[in-house]
């Protein structure tokens, strides 16, 4: 009995051995939890392959993926003119743009840059403006 109930704690309380990612910003992780800069990310989502011409992408969901974390997202939705903005922490975010339905399925277009870098600008109240090209399926 005294080993089962020992058991039931070691496995619901977190362990210091447990590897923890240093860059993400988890209650659980090491550091300070602060960020040192918040940056805007914003620009314009439109679908390339639309058969009468370029879209504004107006009811896509953008996911904006702190890059060495795998579970810090930041979702975006986009306004009737395919505009969108978010505030994060400064960092590298890999986009992300897909389906709820067939979330195996990429719809970024093939040229796409899929990754922004907000740390390799100094302007302390930065804006990086980043457009995004989706390809549909």
């Not at 805007?40 to 107006?58: E, K, M, R, W, Y």
């Not at 390799?120 to 090209?133: K, Q, T």
């Amino acid at each position: 009995m005294k080993v089962m109930l020992l058991l039931i704690v070691l496995l619901t309380c977190s362990s210091p051995f447990v590897p923890r990612d240093e860059n993400c910003t988890s209650p659980d992780a090491y550091g300070d939890r602060t960020p040192k800069r918040l940056v805007v990310i914003q620009g314009n989502a439109t679908i390339i392959n639309f058969p009468d011409g370029p879209l504004p992408a107006s009811s896509e969901t953008l996911i904006f993926k702190k890059a060495g974390c795998e579970s810090c997202f930041v979702g975006a939705n986009v306004d009737k003119d395919g505009k969108y903005r978010i505030l994060v922490a400064d960092g590298k975010y890999e986009i992300i743009v897909r389906n709820p339905s067939s979330p195996e399925k990429d719809w970024l277009a093939p040229d796409q840059k899929r990754l922004i870098d907000t740390e390799s600008d100094s302007d302390p109240n930065s804006v990086v403006h980043f457009d995004i090209r989706i390809k549909m399926p």
